[in-house]
Every structure is written in structure tokens, then in C-alpha cells.
């Protein structure tokens, strides 16, 4: 089947800057693709090369199969919702989200109603004689989404669309998201620097980092088996072993990661120190010392919980140490 | 593991500083609505008083008449020199002076939109310095300088027919002055020279609104118009224009209105023939007949009453 999206050695400079730099990527049709990565990383980059904002440097970009180089955005079936999402101001709720109908030349009549469809979709019916700014922010997140979908977009691009929401309303629209996806089955690649959002969100994950996509995956995968040091880091909060650490343990003499919930506190094993105990409902985090390594034990709920500064013993089982490349 | 000890004062409510200065402080920050009072009294005194007294005192001026034979203001409450207005010469000169307005107003937001599209959009550091210094260097010269400068520049013996003459194309330059209304002798004694020396010094109140307006729209607000499908010529006639339109509209109350009173530009460079200002000015000069002049004045005032509540209607302030 011809993935939605294909890059090819794709690089975007600006300057002396390697935004992009030889990137390789295939988003399957009808798949929820996450690219993820720290801000500066070239995940949004990515995405405004598949918007049509920005043109390659180098290497090229196939849409459904066909070359998007030199293809304006406006003769793109692909539709953005915008971090912060860019609605008109000057328009009414029911113009914006019939834009995308109205210069393509449907009637009145025709885009109000779908207009309005579109609306029913993100919950937000009746809103269509509001203005933008009348709208909280989880509303004009819903209004940015509808305006792209009104379109029927073959891809939906969403660039840190949940960031500005708060924490509830974040939860609640990741859910809805997900579920709108999965119904009209459209190709949605979502960018993000949260890895739970990702995580929870995506079938698959790309992590990105100075320019590049260190490691593609399912989500299990990218958190069970993190290739490098820097996904371990950026995606969970995944203990990571210092090779020094591991031949102190008996491994190997390299990168590990370990994680939290993987360590149990047993009558024997490694010695160490508890040095912070946070409680967090479904379970109680400790920060331990082992050696001169910090590492975090996640107990689940119920476990007794040992006090700050008692020492303990540790122990995991040793297919839950996974070695890592040494490459940052 | 380290702790950290704060040293807390003695006090949780801090001394009062001394003196005058630090009372009145305090008093002002318990009653605010003092301090604004106090802030906002003289320029009130001084805009109610000065400014629009005067203004009333001259529409009053307005609605007097002169007697023919002595000269003398007759203080009677009467429509009839507002009925002068509506003979030939003194509509013609409403007119001439009215459609010059709105051509010099259009011809300066065409003009000026580009200009501040590029300043508001891609013009960065040194170049932006360079587009304010461009656009408001012409504003720090002497009015009458640029005026006089222009009646040499637009004069037979000028540069702009040395320029034509030498570039052979002399010939367009007479077919242009050989046009009925806006030709002349030379652009100097043109109205289409009149045009182009208004144009010139009124086209920075245009641009710099206009910039200001562009500037806030934000730059996303273009990408989301492409990205729905709009053309360029499409995404300028529905997003940007439209938000513009407020600066534009700013803008053209300047050169709309400077152009409507204005009395020393058709006076130098033009033919002889009256506009609204030049007329304000011989009747409460030499003819001493002020409340013509005043009438006369008014008129501007209602036409940019009317263009204000035009652009409302049209929806110019819709998106401020």
C-alpha cells in the first residue's frame, strides 16, 4: 500500500541551521503517526515540510504518492491544526470552519451545512454566530479542528494543538482525538514534545532530535527498548544506567536503562538508601541512592513504603536491563 | 543535604518611608481615582476650552449671515449662508475639492499597501530602521520647502520634462498635459501636478497605519488561508484585507481630511481654480465674510462624518 507520507533523505536548512537533515519516513494510510522530540528538534519543521510551508533542501516528499516538492499549500489535500490555532479572527465560528468550503467555490447554502456538520462533530453545535474570541481555548482548539476537517483531508496535521489546554482538558481532548481518528479513519501525524501524549495517542512513534529521528516505533516498543541514551531519557522516565553502574552490578560494561516499575524491594540484592518518598495515588515513587546513581522505584499501590533514609535492598529481573547504543 | 535558613525580618509590615513626597504616595495609592482626577484636568480643561469651544464658536460663526451692503455680521440665527454653499461656483469648489480627496486617499493606499506589506512582513533590524527613516524622513523638512521643490521639479523648465525630453518620450508627456481637466500648461499649473504633490506629502500617514495594522496580523493567519485552499489573490481579498482594513481606514481619515482643508498646495501648484481651504481662506480674508468661511469649514467636518459612518457600515472597524 502507498504510505500517506514518504521522506526521502529529506533536509531542510535555513542557513548554516540543519533543521532537517536527511530524514526517512513512512506514515501509513489511515495510521496516528506522533513525532516527537524537544523543542528545536525538527518535528515541527517535519510537519511544515508536509504542509507545504516549507520547501526541502534536499531529498523529496511523496503525499499518496505523488511529489509535493514545488507544490503550493493551497493545492495540498492536507489540512493543519495550528498550535495556537489561527482562526480568523474577524470571522464568525460557522465562516471559519466553512473557509476551506467557501474559496473552493461552494454555495452558501452547501458549506453552512457542512459547516455545521463539521461543528456537531468537535460537540461544539449552535456555536456558528460566535466570534473566536468569545471561545475558550479547549472551544478554539475544537473550531481548529473542525475548519480542517470540513475539507475531508486525506492527512491531518496537528501541531501541538493540545499544548495550550489544561491538564483535564488535555486528557479529555487526547481521548476524543484518538476516537475521531480511529471513525473516520483519516492519516493524522501529530507533533509533540509531551511523550505521554505520544505515547498514549499514536500507533506509531518517531523520536526526533537535532534534526534527525533517532528511533521509530510502536509506542511499546520505543519505551521498552529505547535505542539510545537520549530516547531512554526524553521518552520515559526510565532509569538510566551509567556503564561504571553495571559492571558494579555484574552486566556489561555499558548504557542501560532499568524501568522504575521493573525494580522490586527485596530481602536481597543491591544495597541502597531511600532518599525521597512521593506519593502518586496509583503509586508510591521512591528515589533511591545506589552507589554514587540515582534511580526511582515505582512501588504499586498497597507495597509497604519504606522511610527516607533507610537502606534497602533492590532487585529486577535481568531481561528487564536493556543495553542501549552509546550514541547520545 | 543542605538547608536553607531565611533570615526573616522584624516586621511583616515595613516602615513607612518619610516626608511629603512618601504621604502623598500612599494617599494616591489608597485613591486612585485622586490621582486620576489630577492627571486628567488640565488636558480636559485644555482640549474642552481651546479646542472644541472654538470649534463650536465657529459653527455658531456658521449659521450667521454678513449684510451685503455694510460687511457687518449680522448675529440673526439664518440657513441662508449655508444655502450659498449650493450655488454653482461654491458647489463646484465642494466637488473639485471632495474628489480630489478620495483620488489622492486611493491613490495612497495603493500606493502605500505594498510598502507596509514588505515592513510589516519580511523587513527586519537594519531594514526595518531603514523603512521608518524612509518613510518619515520626508516629515521632518519644512512643508512649503517640499511644496516649493515640487513647483520647480514639476515646472516647464523642471526635471520631469528635461527627464521625458531626453528619453524621447516628450511626446507622452504633451499628450498627458493635452488631457481635458487634469492637463495644463505644465504639471505645475496641473491638476494632475495639484495630485501628485498631495500624493507625495500625505503618503506617510497612509503607510505608517497601514503598517501598524499589517504588523498584527499574525503571520500564521496567511499559512491557515493557504492551507485551507485559498490562493494568494484569495487568502489577500478574505484574510488580509479585511484586517487590514482598520489601518487602511486610520490612514485614509489622514489623507482624506489633510487633503480636504488643505489651502497651500492648490495654491502654489495647480490652476487657479478654488479648493475648499484656498476658499476658507480669501472669504474670512479679504472678503471678510467669516460666516461663509465658516460654513465652508463645516462641510469638511460632515463629509468625514459621513465617510466614518460608511466605513462602520461596511464593517472597516469589525475587526479592531
Redo the contacts between chains.
Keep these: 500500500m502507498t504510505p500517506a507520507v514518504r521522506f526521502q533523505k529529506v533536509s531542510r536548512h535555513f542557513g548554516a541551521v540543519r533543521a532537517v537533515d536527511g530524514v526517512d519516513l513512512d506514515v501509513a494510510s489511515g495510521e496516528f503517526f506522533a513525532m516527537l522530540g524537544p523543542s528545536g528538534s525538527g518535528k515541527t519543521t517535519c510537519l511544515r515540510l508536509i504542509a507545504g510551508f516549507e520547501q526541502p533542501t534536499a531529498g523529496s516528499i511523496e503525499i499518496f504518492g505523488e511529489r509535493a516538492e514545488g507544490v503550493p499549500p493551497y493545492r495540498r489535500n492536507v489540512n493543519t491544526v495550528f498550535q495556537d490555532y489561527a482562526l480568523f479572527p474577524h470571522l464568525n465560528i460557522l465562516d471559519n470552519v466553512a473557509y476551506g468550503l467557501m474559496v473552493k467555490g461552494i454555495s452558501k447554502t452547501d458549506r453552512y451545512k457542512e459547516a455545521e456538520k463539521a461543528l456537531e462533530l468537535v460537540k461544539l453545535p449552535g456555536y456558528g454566530s460566535r466570534k473566536p474570541s468569545q471561545l475558550s481555548g479547549g472551544q478554539r482548539q475544537r473550531v481548529a479542528l473542525a475548519r480542517a476537517l470540513v475539507n475531508k483531508p486525506k492527512v491531518l496535521l496537528l501541531d501541538e494543538p493540545l499544548g495550550a489546554l489544561d491538564l483535564k482538558l488535555r486528557e479529555q481532548m487526547q481521548e476524543e482525538l484518538k476516537s475521531l481518528q480511529r471513525a473516520l479513519g483519516i492519516t493524522f501525524v501529530f507533533v509533540t514534545h509531551d511523550q505521554g501524549e505520544a505515547l498514549s495517542m499514536a500507533d506509531r512513534v518517531a523520536v526526533f532530535n537535532n534534526g534527525g529521528i533517532v528511533q521509530q516505533g510502536t509506542p511499546q516498543e520505543i519505551y521498552r527498548r529505547p535505542k539510545t541514551r537520549f530516547v531512554a531519557d526524553f521518552v520515559g522516565s526510565s532509569n538510566l544506567l551509567s556503564p561504571d553502574l553495571m559492571a558494579s552490578l555484574g552486566g556489561e560494561r555499558r548504557w542501560a536503562s532499568l524501568r522504575p516499575e521493573a525494580v522490586r524491594v527485596a530481602s536481597e540484592g543491591a544495597e541502597a538508601v531511600v532518599e525521597n518518598v512521593s506519593f502518586l495515588g496509583a503509586g508510591t515513587r521512591l528515589a533511591v541512592e545506589l552507589g554514587s546513581a540515582r534511580l526511582h522505584v515505582m512501588l504499586p499501590a498497597g507495597a509497604d513504603v519504606p522511610d527516607v533514609g533507610t537502606p534497602i535492598r533492590l532487585s529486577w529481573n535481568s531481561q528487564d536491563i536493556h543495553y542501549m547504543d552509546d550514541a547520545a | 543535604m543542605t538547608v536553607l535558613t531565611v533570615d526573616t525580618p522584624g516586621s511583616s509590615i515595613l516602615p513607612r518611608r518619610g516626608g511629603f513626597a512618601g504621604a502623598l504616595s500612599d494617599a494616591f495609592w489608597r485613591h486612585p481615582l485622586l490621582l486620576l482626577i489630577l492627571m486628567l484636568t488640565p488636558p480636559l480643561l485644555w482640549l474642552g476650552i481651546i479646542y472644541i469651544g472654538s470649534l463650536i464658536a465657529l459653527l455658531l460663526q456658521s449659521f450667521f449671515s454678513i449684510d451685503d451692503f455694510s460687511g457687518v455680521v449680522n448675529p440673526e440665527f439664518t440657513l441662508a449662508t449655508y444655502a450659498q454653499l449650493l450655488n454653482g461656483t461654491n458647489l463646484d469648489i465642494i466637488l473639485r475639492t471632495v474628489s480630489m480627496a478620495a483620488l489622492v486617499t486611493l491613490a495612497s493606499a495603493v500606493l502605500a499597501f505594498p510598502i507596509a506589506y514588505y515592513a510589516a512582513r519580511y523587513a527586519k533590524g537594519r531594514w526595518k530602521a531603514f523603512f521608518y527613516l524612509g518613510v518619515m524622513l520626508p516629515l521632518w523638512s519644512s512643508y512649503l520647502v517640499k511644496v516649493y521643490a515640487w513647483k520647480l521639479i514639476l515646472a516647464k523648465e523642471g526635471i520631469v520634462t528635461w527627464v521625458f525630453a531626453k528619453l524621447h518620450l516628450g511626446f507622452v508627456l504633451e499628450a498627458i498635459l493635452s488631457l481635458p481637466v487634469i492637463g495644463g500648461n505644465s504639471l505645475s499649473v496641473s491638476y494632475l501636478g495639484t495630485f501628485l504633490v498631495f500624493v507625495y506629502i500625505w503618503l506617510p500617514y497612509m503607510i505608517l497605519p497601514t503598517q501598524a495594522a499589517l504588523e498584527r496580523v ?1 503571520a ?2 496567511i ?10 489573490r ?1 487568502t489577500f481579498r ?2 488580509l484585507l ?2 487590514a482594513l482598520p489601518g487602511i481606514v486610520a490612514g485614509s481619515i489622514f489623507t482624506f481630511s489633510l487633503t480636504l482643508g488643505d489651502y497651500i498646495i492648490p495654491q502654489i501648484i495647480g490652476s487657479s481654480r478654488l479648493f475648499i481651504g484656498q476658499a476658507v481662506y480669501a472669504q474670512q480674508g479679504t472678503a471678510g465674510n467669516v460666516p461663509l468661511a465658516a460654513a465652508f469649514s463645516v462641510v469638511p467636518i460632515v463629509i468625514m462624518g459621513l465617510y466614518l459612518a460608511a466605513a462602520k457600515r461596511l464593517g472597516a472597524f ?2 479592531l
Design positions: 499574525p500564521n493567519l499559512e491557515a488561508s493557504a492551507d485551507l485552499g485559498a490562493s494568494p484569495q478574505t484574510v479585511p484586517l469589525d475587526a
